[in-house]
């Protein structure tokens, strides 16, 4: 996170979530685990020979691990958007501005749609979880399909993917941001408007043009006036959006914390208050039951 100030206009106050992301980037700078995923007929193999108690063990592992990564993954790449956002910004450059907060956009959205329901899906499962990764469920499966589909298509949804599941087949934007937690934001009508300036479109060439009753001439400088005019119109929706971001990625390392495995361990985010956040409240109702 660069300097708050150039920021602020379109997010707020961001000063905190630069301390924050000079932290969680120290931390995944840090951290120098290699992860791994069994293959489907790797599994099926040791499943058999180790039964069911390894079976849970092995699936509930991988199951954090899922969310680790798409936690951390999502959030640098939230962060390489916010950066162009700056530097759009910073240079008077509206086009760089428009199609950095339209990729934000799209990114934040998904996010928020694959991960929203995750930590206290999770924490209402903490015991379970918990008794899984000890080896101590060896009389029946646990069931984490729905779970692990939403972390799948997360992280391997692609228009180019070789795979024939629908599970794989990515969401449009607009069902992202009028899903039920974000349409009240009204997010697609302002994705529309930078859609219209990133595509090659009438909206993009009239960018350098100004008409004044019916005369046209050309004008170059006119990319800090609407970089400002269109934060001044919509900043406060991208203000909740970025808060929302930043609040359920930080639950969701403090979530992984309580595991106590270290591959998935964030130190940085335990520093941070979320005891008013209400989410994070009712986590912790769940969570405190088996402590």
């Not at 086009?95 to 206290?120: C, K, M, Q």
Request: proline content about 2%; glycine content about 4%.
């Amino acid at each position: 996170m660069k300097d708050d100030s150039i920021l602020k206009n379109i997010f707020g106050d961001t000063s905190a979530s630069r301390e924050f992301h000079k932290m969680i980037l120290n931390d995944i700078n840090n951290n120098k685990f290699q992860y791994c995923y069994l293959s489907i007929e790797s599994f099926k193999k040791v499943s058999i020979k180790e039964g069911m108690g390894w079976t849970n063990q092995y699936m509930s592992t991988e199951i954090l691990q899922r969310i680790y990564f798409a936690t951390i993954t999502g959030y640098l790449r939230q962060y390489r958007w916010i950066e162009g956002i700056y530097n759009g910004i910073e240079t008077s450059n509206y086009l760089v501005f428009a199609a950095s907060l339209r990729g934000f956009l799209e990114s934040v959205t998904d996010y928020y749609d694959a991960l929203y329901n995750i930590p206290l899906n999770l924490a209402e499962q903490y015991e379970l979880v918990n008794k899984a990764l000890r080896g101590e469920i060896t009389d029946y499966i646990i069931n984490y399909k729905e779970l692990e589909n939403i972390l799948l298509h997360f992280q391997e949804a692609s228009k180019n993917s070789l795979k024939t599941d629908p599970l794989y087949n990515p969401k449009t934007a607009k069902a992202y941001m009028e899903s039920k937690h974000l349409k009240p934001l009204n997010l697609y009508k302002c994705y529309c408007e930078l859609c219209e300036i990133t595509h090659p479109a009438k909206d993009s060439l009239e960018l350098f043009i100004d008409e004044n009753n019916f005369l046209y001439s050309f004008n170059n400088n006119k990319d800090k006036d609407l970089i400002e005019e269109f934060m001044n119109r919509h900043s406060e929706k991208f203000s909740e959006l970025h808060m929302r971001f930043e609040n359920l990625c930080i639950i969701n390392l403090k979530l992984l914390n309580l595991f106590k495995i270290d591959k998935f361990c964030t130190v940085s985010v335990e520093s941070i208050d979320t005891d008013g956040i209400i989410l994070w409240t009712k986590i912790k109702k769940y969570v405190n039951k088996f402590q």
